[in-house]
C-alpha cells in the first residue's frame, strides 16, 4: 500500500516535473526570438516622494507581449532567460531603452532618475556589461547621473569581483540601488565597502510592518542604520495609506508600490507626470 502510494506520488512529481521542464523550454524557445519580434515593452512604475507626493523617478519593468500567450509576467521568464543567457542581450535592450526614454523625459524638462534592473548573470560578464553601459549612455545622451542600476544583495556575497566592477559603475556617474533589502543576508555595516547609495527596503517588511510590531521595528532600524552610513531609502510595494504614513513617520523619504500607481507604459506615465498622482 505504501509502496503503491510512494510510487503513484513519485510518477505525479516525475510527471509534473516534465511538464515543468518542457514548459521552460517551450518558453524559451520564444524568448528567443522575442527580441527580433520587438515583443518587449517597458513599463514605468513611479518613486514619490512620500512628504509632498512628487514623482521623483521611476523603476524600468519588462513586459513580454506574446502574441498568443498575452503578458507573460517577468516572475517567469526572467529566470528562463538568466538560465540560458538570453538575459545578457535582453538585458542589454532593456539599459538602452531605458536611457533612451529618460532623455525624452529629461528634454521635455521632466527631473526624474529612472532605474533599471541588471541581473547577477549580467555581472558575471563584467567587462561587456561595462561596454554596454557606456554604450547605452552615449547613443542616448542621458545625463548619467540621473540613471539608477538596481542589483539584489545576493551578488555582494563576491565582495572582490562586485567591488570592482561596481565602482567602475559609479566612475561612469550611474547610482546604484540595492534591491529587495533585508531578504539576503548582508549587514548594514558590510554594505559600506560597496559604492551603493540607495536602499530598497523589500517588500515584505513594508507589507507587515503595519500589523507586526517587530517588522515596523525592523524597518525603523534599517531607515536609522541606513541614515547613518548616508545611504537613502526607497519603500518597495506600499499598498495603503496606513504603510505610507508608518514609512513616513519613520523617516524613509521615497516611496514605490501601488498605493501611488502600478507600471504602466512610457506614455501613461508620461501623462502621470503632467497629472501628478491622485
Ligand atoms: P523588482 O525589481 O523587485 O520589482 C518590483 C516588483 O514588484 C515589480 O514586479 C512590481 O510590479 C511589483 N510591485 C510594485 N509595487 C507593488 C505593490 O504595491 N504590491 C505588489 N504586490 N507588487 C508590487 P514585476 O514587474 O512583475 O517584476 C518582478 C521582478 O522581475 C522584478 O522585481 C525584477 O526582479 C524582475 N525584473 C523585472 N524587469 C526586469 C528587467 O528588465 N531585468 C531584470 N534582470 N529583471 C527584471
Ligand atoms: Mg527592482
Ligand atoms: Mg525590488
Ligand atoms: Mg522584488
Same mark, same amino acid.
Given at each position: 500500500?505504501?509502496?503503491?502510494?510512494?510510487?503513484?506520488?513519485?510518477?505525479?512529481?516525475?510527471?509534473?516535473?516534465?511538464?515543468? &521542464?518542457?514548459?521552460?523550454?517551450?518558453?524559451?524557445?520564444?524568448?528567443?526570438?522575442?527580441?527580433? +519580434?520587438?515583443?518587449?515593452?517597458?513599463?514605468?512604475?513611479?518613486?514619490?516622494?512620500?512628504?509632498? @507626493?512628487?514623482?521623483? @523617478?521611476?523603476?524600468?519593468?519588462?513586459?513580454?507581449?506574446?502574441?498568443?500567450?498575452?503578458?507573460?509576467?517577468?516572475?517567469?521568464?526572467?529566470?528562463?532567460?538568466?538560465?540560458?543567457?538570453?538575459?545578457?542581450?535582453?538585458?542589454?535592450?532593456? *539599459?538602452?531603452?531605458?536611457?533612451?526614454?529618460?532623455?525624452? !523625459?529629461?528634454?521635455?524638462? !521632466?527631473?526624474?532618475?529612472? &532605474?533599471?534592473?541588471?541581473?547577477?548573470?549580467?555581472?558575471?560578464?563584467? @567587462?561587456?556589461?561595462?561596454? &554596454?553601459?557606456?554604450?547605452?549612455?552615449?547613443?542616448? #545622451?542621458?545625463?548619467?547621473?540621473?540613471?539608477?542600476?538596481?542589483?539584489?544583495?545576493?551578488?555582494?556575497?563576491?565582495?572582490?569581483?562586485?567591488?570592482?566592477?561596481?565602482?567602475?559603475?559609479?566612475?561612469? #556617474?550611474?547610482?546604484?540601488?540595492?534591491?529587495?533589502?533585508?531578504?539576503?543576508? &548582508?549587514?548594514?555595516?558590510?554594505?559600506?565597502?560597496?559604492?551603493?547609495?540607495?536602499?530598497?527596503?523589500?517588500?515584505?517588511?513594508?507589507?507587515?510592518?503595519?500589523?507586526?510590531?517587530?517588522?515596523?521595528? *525592523?524597518?525603523?532600524?534599517?531607515? #536609522? /542604520?541606513?541614515?547613518?552610513? +548616508?545611504?537613502?531609502?526607497?519603500?518597495?510595494?506600499?499598498?495603503?495609506?496606513?504603510? +505610507?504614513? /508608518?514609512?513616513?513617520?519613520?523617516?524613509?523619504?521615497?516611496?514605490?508600490?501601488?498605493?501611488?500607481?502600478?507600471?504602466?507604459?512610457?506614455?501613461?506615465?508620461?501623462?502621470?507626470?503632467?497629472?501628478?498622482?491622485?
Amino acid at each position: 500500500q505504501a509502496k503503491q502510494q510512494g510510487r503513484a506520488t513519485y510518477r505525479f512529481y516525475t510527471q509534473a516535473l516534465h511538464d515543468q &521542464s518542457v514548459e521552460r523550454v517551450q518558453l524559451e524557445r520564444l524568448l528567443r526570438h522575442a527580441l527580433e +519580434r520587438n515583443e518587449f515593452e517597458l513599463y514605468y512604475q513611479p518613486q514619490v516622494d512620500l512628504c509632498d @507626493g512628487r514623482i521623483i @523617478g521611476c523603476e524600468a519593468l519588462i513586459r513580454w507581449n506574446h502574441p498568443g500567450m498575452g503578458q507573460v509576467s517577468p516572475a517567469r521568464f526572467i529566470p528562463i532567460a538568466e538560465q540560458s543567457g538570453l538575459i545578457i542581450d535582453i538585458g542589454n535592450w532593456v *539599459m538602452k531603452q531605458a536611457c533612451h526614454q529618460a532623455k525624452r !523625459w529629461h528634454d521635455q524638462g !521632466w527631473d526624474i532618475k529612472v &532605474s533599471f534592473n541588471v541581473s547577477a548573470r549580467q555581472f558575471m560578464r563584467s @567587462g561587456e556589461l561595462m561596454q &554596454s553601459l557606456r554604450d547605452a549612455l552615449a547613443e542616448s #545622451g542621458v545625463d548619467p547621473t540621473r540613471m539608477e542600476v538596481e542589483l539584489t544583495e545576493s551578488l555582494l556575497l563576491d565582495p572582490q569581483g562586485m567591488g570592482e566592477i561596481l565602482h567602475e559603475i559609479r566612475a561612469l #556617474g550611474i547610482q546604484l540601488a540595492l534591491d529587495d533589502f533585508g531578504t539576503g543576508y &548582508s549587514s548594514l555595516s558590510y554594505l559600506r565597502r560597496f559604492p551603493i547609495s540607495i536602499l530598497k527596503i523589500d517588500r515584505s517588511f513594508v507589507s507587515a510592518a503595519d500589523n507586526n510590531a517587530d517588522d515596523a521595528e *525592523m524597518v525603523k532600524t534599517i531607515i #536609522g /542604520m541606513a541614515h547613518n552610513l +548616508r545611504m537613502s531609502l526607497i519603500a518597495e510595494g506600499i499598498e495603503t495609506n496606513a504603510q +505610507r504614513d /508608518m514609512l513616513e513617520t519613520q523617516g524613509c523619504e521615497v516611496g514605490q508600490g501601488y498605493h501611488y500607481s502600478c507600471p504602466v507604459p512610457a506614455t501613461e506615465f508620461s501623462l502621470l507626470l503632467q497629472q501628478g498622482i491622485r
